[in-house]
């Protein structure tokens, strides 16, 4: 009876003794599971968190562009006409959001395209247009984006007599544009722009009536984003 008791207590003295070293065990391995998955949290955090601007940041900051350059429009409201003219066009656009974007143009075309001193163009035509309207606008592939664009305005022919010699304009077109760098790219545009104006000496018995016609145009424009 004497040694069950003496074995009782010796295996409960056991217990007692193994108890806070399994404790302390348990309590060890919880704290370094708890600091290891912190760690690995804080790293994923880290990771995650951009370390600088990034193409689509920049492409939301930047919300205007303005271009200009190197413009054609054909003649057609011009009797007689041969040659196309050359001259310039400036623009800017304001962007809304990534898609959509307002754009205001103006262009003025006055040099003959492949015309020559002893047989250009008869007068002295000349072209000054002022136009605006939406764009949509996304990227295609790598550097490379394109876009649609409705205009209207006004349209001036000037130098042959034209009566009316301004006339209400407006049309559509789109291009492509190359990027440069995330401010700087190149465009390349192409346009429809439809104006009414009366023929060359035209005469007050047929009231001045004017007549729809239909000018292709093409740029390549320089363009600036900020």
């Not at 006055?110 to 606008?137: A, C, E, Y």
């Not at 009316?164 to 722009?193: C, H, N, Q, V």
Request: hydrophobic content about 35%.
């Amino acid at each position: 009876m004497d040694s069950l008791a003496a074995a009782a207590c010796r295996t409960q003295r056991a217990f007692e003794e193994c108890y806070p070293l399994k404790r302390t065990l348990l309590l060890t391995i919880l704290a370094v599971t708890s600091a290891v998955t912190y760690s690995a949290s804080a790293s994923a955090q880290i990771d995650r968190e951009p370390k600088g601007p990034t193409s689509a940041n920049v492409d939301t900051d930047l919300k205007w562009e303005v271009y200009g350059g190197f413009a054609y429009t054909s003649l057609n409201q011009v009797n007689r006409s041969r040659y196309g003219l050359v001259g310039f066009k400036a623009g800017v656009t304001r962007d809304f959001g990534r898609y959509f974007g307002l754009t205001a143009e103006g262009s003025y075309y006055k040099s003959p395209l492949f015309g020559s001193s002893s047989n250009p163009n008869p007068g002295d035509p000349r072209v000054t247009s002022w136009l605006g309207g939406p764009t949509i606008h996304a990227d295609v592939y790598g550097k490379f984006s394109g876009f649609l664009h409705g205009l209207v305005g006004v349209e001036h022919s000037g130098g042959e007599s034209q009566i009316p010699d301004t006339s209400f304009a407006g049309g559509f077109g789109g291009g492509m544009e190359y990027k440069l760098s995330d401010r700087l790219s190149l465009r390349a545009t192409g346009d429809d722009i439809a104006a009414s104006f009366s023929p060359i000496d035209n005469s007050k018995a047929l009231g001045y009536s004017a007549h729809l016609t239909w000018n292709p145009q093409a740029s390549f424009s320089v363009v600036y984003h900020f």
